[in-house]
């Protein structure tokens, strides 16, 4: 069975940081794309940041980039998402992403991607 689990969200004041983990099992995901999305309530889930196979291709959301960086570790079959100088508007649901049928370039788009975890919140108190 295929899992991606998130950790590392949680409450954080306004200027601070957190860092999210993704954790993939049941397959490895070493060839393939991945991503970081955010989501509240109304509003369609936005990819926040993503990144190829290897790490030498990156993607960032106007709003956050500069103050998120994504990597992985493919040894570790794990992604993470360094989020620094939160602010109030970063508060939402953050969710993992693998795009199984991507072996080369990144994916942006919600629809492109075939695993998902469940989720971590993330709230940024002013």
């Known amino acids: 069975q295929v899992q991606l689990v998130e950790s590392g969200g949680g409450l954080v004041q306004a200027g601070g940081s957190l860092r999210l983990s993704c954790a993939a099992s049941?397959?490895?995901?070493?060839?393939?794309?991945m991503g970081w999305f955010r989501q509240v309530p109304g509003k369609e889930r936005e990819c926040v940041g993503a990144?190829?196979?290897?790490?030498?291709?990156?993607y960032y959301a106007v709003s956050v980039k500069g103050r998120f960086t994504v990597s992985r570790d493919n040894a570790k079959n794990t992604m993470y998402l360094q989020m620094n100088s939160l602010k109030p508007e970063d508060t939402a649901v953050y969710y993992c992403?693998?795009?199984?049928?991507?072996?080369?370039?990144?994916?942006?788009?919600?629809?492109?991607?075939?695993?998902w975890g469940q989720g971590t919140q993330v709230t940024v108190s002013s």
């Open positions: 049941g397959r490895t995901f070493s060839r393939n794309a």
């Open positions: 992403a693998a795009a199984a049928r991507y072996e080369s370039g990144i994916a942006t788009m919600w629809y492109e991607y075939d695993y």
């Open positions: 990144v190829s196979w290897s790490g030498g291709a990156t």
